[in-house]
């Protein structure tokens, strides 16, 4: 059981970037699949989800417009294209994988049960 997250690196602001995050060992269709960032000094946050089996999406306010998640679903794998990518998006970006309990109010409400080991991007000059 395994979430490899893969794409980091240094990128100028204004440039853009795509993680991937491949996933075995689970069955892919009843888990979300989300992407978290932790950068320097700061809280761990959610930036994206996706839930492949309905097509839901769910995005946090500050990437809105800017970042789109997306699955191919017979490869078990998640990307998170990320487009005008600014200096505070600079982080170790995470993917995680949450079952998609019935009722959930929101994609990846519930705390993960699995974790990559993360990829750093870096958005700088």
């Given amino acids: ?3 490899v997250e893969s794409g980091g690196g240094l990128v100028q602001p204004g440039g853009s970037m795509r993680l991937s ?3 075995s060992g689970f069955p892919f269709d009843d888990y979300a699949i989300g992407w978290f960032r932790q950068a320097p000094g700061r809280d761990r946050e959610v930036v994206s989800c996706i839930y ?3 097509g839901m999406t769910s995005y946090a306010d500050s990437v809105k417009g800017r970042f789109t ?3 191919d679903n017979a490869k078990n794998t998640v990307y998170l294209q990320m487009n ?3 200096p505070e998006d600079t982080a170790v970006y995470y993917c995680t994988a949450h079952f998609q309990r019935p009722g959930a109010p929101e994609l990846c409400y519930y705390a993960a049960d699995l974790w990559g080991r993360g990829t750093l991007v870096t958005v700088s000059l």
Avoid: G
Wanted: with cysteine.
């Fill in 52 to 54: 492949s089996t309905d």
């Fill in 21 to 23: 995050c491949t996933t």
């Fill in 69 to 71: 998640i997306s699955s």
């Fill in 1 to 3: 059981v395994q979430l």
């Fill in 84 to 86: 005008s990518l600014k």
